[in-house]
């Protein structure tokens, strides 16, 4: 399929980013993180201005738009404590992570703001995560809940997650949509899939990556954010954006959720599909990079705009290169080259994006949340330090039992 799309300039990607220098990072970040903890027992964290504040119920009602609390970042909030649990084994960690289990167990039973697409990202680093790490049954009951939920948001006629609320639901003309962000919440239905045995659930996974690679992804390996569907007629209607330049441009962060979803699908199926589909789209991203390797927060923008950046998606795209590395065979050229690639990327977020310990109590600086909505613009997100933790704990250790 994307048998065009080539790498320019494979050299610009070769570096010396070693595992010390790896672990130099991770030790930096791990400092960040404990002392947010005190803060951040009982409840998930939301961006500031640099700083992180208690997201409590209610608190961030203008976010993309009116959302509740706990939304869709709050997720790896936890999920970044579970990675320090993992590595340091300090029980405070895990103490707030089961607390904010706790939490996710109240939304999962009450069905509080999970009308949408975004389930997966709330439930896999926070229960799937714990089930994983310490087999706790109670998360694991509430991330099977959601998967149950998230069910009901999957069209199986059209084959995709539907943005919002169902597709029978008057005048929900926007709502029946698909978009790049969900390859993130197939893991979810993956999961549970291999705990249940319903093979409802892998079938909806798989057909949502296939209607993404259809309608999603163009044939040059850039992407569309969303792609309208007709709910009445089921037509596809065509391309557009929410949080994008405009609607025939790639916005970065969506794409990387591409570059990231793409592997765990391939991990789940080993559908060679996958694998062709993940080249097309990293290719794509990598091709684009600016200099500096720090991208732009959409792909029209490049060396010498004034634009914001998003290092966040450089940060997901790195932990996505790093699980397809680790998945592909010996003998694939491009085993090294993600490896490399996602080398070179980090090392240019040390350099340019991570907080050097007096910037705010953020790891990752620069993360754009939604430049046309104006929110989040140029600051640290949750997801960015995820992702830039967890792409660091796979250079250090590609072994590393993914929660997705
Ligand atoms: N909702 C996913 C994102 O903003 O990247």
Redesign the pocket.
Known sequence: MFENVKINNPERFENDFTVEEAKKALDASIEILKKTLPRFTDSFAMPVGGFYREAKNGWSKNR?KQSPLPD?TSGMWTGLYWMVYEITKDEAFRQACENHIKIMQKVADEKIALNDH?IG?KFTPTCVAAYKLTGNEEAKKTALKAAEILLEHYCPINKFIIREGLRTDEGNYDGYRTLV?SM?NIPLFFWAYEETGNKAYYDAAVGHYNTTAKYLVRDDGSSYHHYQFDPETLAPVGGVTW?GNRDESCWT??HS?LVYGYPVAYRYTKDEKTVDIHRGVTYYFLNNLPTDLIPYWDFDFNDFSLEPRDS?AAAVVCAGLLEMSSLLPDDSPDKKFFKNAAGAILKALIKHCLNKGDEGDGILLHST??KPHNLLVDTVET?ADYFFVEALVRYINPDWKAYW
Do not use: A, I, P, V
Request: no cysteine; aromatic share 36%.
């Open positions: 993309y869709w975004d990202f962000d993130m949080q962060r969506g959720w966040s949340g939604s997801y």
